[in-house]
Structures are given as structure tokens and as C-alpha cells.
């Protein structure tokens, strides 16, 4: 009975472990300016990028917008991973500039 007890006692405490691991992942959503697209081939071409890139869940690219909205794991990649991807299909990310660096500047 006691040996019972510890077995279960211990599959719990396996089981919380791995949901606490997987609760760390965050998904994280950026939008990201992308400079170059004229057609609808453009923004197919970055989208499959995209999507082959480990850590990306979803994409939507537009080439009306000019920009790619990304759905990714911030564990298995980070926002400027994902710059790098769209600057290899040879279109351009673009870096926005933060407010205060906006404010820093005009000075």
C-alpha cells in the first residue's frame, strides 16, 4: 500500500514538472516592417521562410501592409532571428525606432 502511495506520489510530481516546463514557453506575436515587397510572390517567398524557421507558429506577410506578423516560441527564437530570415530572402526588415530614441534625436 505504502509503495502504491509513493509511486503515484511520484508520477504526480513528474507530470507538474513537465507542465510547469512547458507552461515557460511563451508565444510571443511581433509585427515587423518589411521593406522590397511589390506582389503577392514577395510576400509568399518570406512567409516560407518564415515558416521553416524552428519557433514560428504562425505567419501572415502582406505585401499591401508591407509588413509580417509572426507568431513564435521565444524559447527556440528570438526577434532578430527572425530580421535575419526575412534579410536572407532579400527584402528588408526594418528596425523601428523606439520613442525615446526618436525623442533623444531631435535634440
Same mark, same amino acid.
Do not use: P, W
Given at each position: *500500500?505504502?509503495?502504491?502511495?509513493?509511486?503515484?506520489?511520484?508520477?504526480?510530481?513528474? *507530470?507538474?514538472?513537465?507542465?510547469?516546463?512547458?507552461?515557460?514557453?511563451?508565444?510571443?506575436?511581433?509585427?515587423?516592417?518589411?521593406?522590397?515587397?511589390?506582389?503577392?510572390?514577395?510576400?509568399?517567398?518570406?512567409?516560407?521562410?518564415?515558416?521553416?524557421?524552428?519557433? $514560428?507558429?504562425?505567419?501572415?506577410?502582406?505585401?499591401?501592409?508591407?509588413?509580417?506578423?509572426?507568431?513564435?516560441?521565444?524559447?527556440? $527564437?528570438?526577434?532578430?532571428?527572425?530580421?535575419? $530570415?526575412?534579410?536572407?530572402?532579400?527584402?528588408?526588415?526594418?528596425?523601428?525606432?523606439?520613442?525615446?530614441?526618436?525623442?533623444?534625436?531631435?535634440?
Amino acid at each position: *500500500m505504502r509503495k502504491n502511495r509513493v509511486t503515484a506520489l511520484l508520477g504526480l510530481v513528474l *507530470m507538474l514538472s513537465l507542465v510547469a516546463i512547458s507552461a515557460s514557453a511563451a508565444t510571443k506575436t511581433v509585427t515587423i516592417r518589411v521593406e522590397g515587397m511589390r506582389c503577392g510572390n514577395c510576400s509568399s517567398s518570406v512567409a516560407k521562410a518564415l515558416k521553416a524557421t524552428d519557433g $514560428v507558429e504562425k505567419v501572415e506577410v502582406s505585401h499591401e501592409k508591407g509588413e509580417a506578423v509572426i507568431q513564435y516560441d521565444d524559447q527556440k $527564437v528570438t526577434e532578430a532571428k527572425l530580421r535575419e $530570415v526575412i534579410n536572407g530572402t532579400g527584402f528588408k526588415a526594418v528596425e523601428e525606432k523606439s520613442a525615446s530614441s526618436a525623442k533623444m534625436g531631435s535634440h
